[in-house]
């Protein structure tokens, strides 16, 4: 990101950030456990002989205690706003954070912040 006349701009390289889909995705506190959860590097299994790094829904809704159809709903909308990837091996889906999601919208609230002259609580 860099400022021009003193407006923040992505590289035009960069997939836009849709930073009103991560704020409503992230405003949910079930899906900010899975996010949590799905940071942790920890997680892989073996899949046929392959390690697949990620969490299946039936592993995060015992985590969680909540059934597979309300973490396949949060999952989908995380993976709308960018925030969890997704592998398949076989019927089984793996997600996993994409915390370059993450890390890009940390990036936008500092350059909000660091704005000068735009504070307007005194």
């Not at 923040?8 to 899906?31: C, G, N, Y």
């Not at 973490?71 to 370059?100: D, M």
């Amino acid at each position: 990101m860099e400022i021009v006349r003193g407006y923040a701009t992505q590289a035009l390289t960069e997939q836009p950030l849709d930073v009103e889909a991560v704020f409503k995705a992230l405003a949910d506190p079930i899906r900010r456990s899975l996010v949590q959860l799905l940071q942790q590097d920890q997680y892989f299994c073996h899949v046929d002989g392959e390690r697949v790094t990620g969490i299946c829904v039936q592993d995060l809704s015992e985590v969680l205690k909540l059934p597979q159809s309300t973490v396949s709903r949060h999952l989908t909308i995380l993976r709308q706003a960018g925030l969890v990837g997704h592998q398949q091996k076989g019927i089984w889906h793996y997600y996993f954070c994409r915390t370059e999601t993450l890390r890009r919208t940390a990036e936008w609230l500092q350059a909000l912040a660091s704005q000068d002259g735009q504070e307007t609580n005194k």
